[in-house]
């Protein structure tokens, strides 16, 4: 069974940048579509984007392009950057995986929580 | 972009049928999923292409989706079934993911 398994600083000062990383083991990161979804306190699912094993990315369109996804094939991870924090970006960080297309998310992480503070 | 729209909140006794819809526009041509999220817990598949069952979701969980409006269906509700409901597309005009914004399931 795949496990994901998110990891970040969890505190962040406002304005700084923001970075997260998700390990996929028992199982291959290649061909598949790796997501990023946050969840605000008290609030719904929001996608953040995803990456293809080949390094292809695609992001919400609706998010400032503060976001960057990258992928390291040879460690089975894929990571999250985000530049210029605030206080909204305090949430809950999931990694998923996908397969493209209308496939849905059949693997989480447990997610990583993240606050904005000074 | 594309707007999905759940019912914030939905009640239903033990043993009773719970039924959670999720709107947007013609919904029926999209393949929907639906995930089921406890708290403190990460989001669960537990329907997806509008119909489908991952293993080990139990059968009292089902789906349906037409015109507008696509359904989640949970019978014979049990209190382990309280919990954040989300549905989920895949926008092809804005390559993008879409999720409602989700219904609290309570069980009286």
């Known amino acids: 069974q795949v496990q994901l398994q998110e990891s970040g600083p969890g505190l962040v000062k406002p304005s700084e940048t923001l970075s997260l990383t998700c390990t996929v083991s028992?199982?291959?990161?290649?061909?598949?579509?790796w997501s990023w979804i946050r969840q605000s306190p008290g609030k719904g699912l929001e996608w953040i984007g995803y990456i293809y094993h080949s390094g292809i990315t695609n992001y919400n369109p609706s998010l400032k392009r503060r976001f960057a996804i990258s992928i390291d094939r040879s460690n089975n991870q894929f990571s999250l950057r985000l530049t210029s924090v605030t206080a909204a970006d305090t949430a809950v960080y999931y990694c998923a995986r996908g397969k493209g297309g209308s496939y849905p998310f059949d693997h989480w992480g447990q997610g990583t929580p993240v606050t904005v503070s000074s | 972009s594309y707007v999905l729209t759940q019912p914030p909140s939905v009640s239903v006794a033990p043993g009773m049928t719970a039924r959670i819809t999720c709107g947007g526009n013609?919904?029926?041509?999209?393949?929907v999923h639906w995930y089921q999220q406890r708290p403190g817990q990460a989001p669960v598949l537990v329907i997806y292409y509008d119909s489908d069952r991952p293993s080990g979701i139990p059968e009292r969980f089902s789906g349906s989706n037409s015109g507008n409006t696509a359904t989640l269906t949970i019978s014979r509700i049990e209190a382990g079934d309280e919990a954040d409901y989300y549905c989920?597309?895949?926008?092809?005009?804005?390559?993008?993911?879409?999720f409602g914004g989700g219904t609290k399931l309570t069980v009286l």
């Open positions: 989920q597309v895949w926008d092809t005009s804005s390559d993008s993911w879409v």
């Open positions: 013609n919904i029926g041509s999209k393949s």
């Open positions: 028992n199982g291959s990161i290649s061909g598949f579509y």
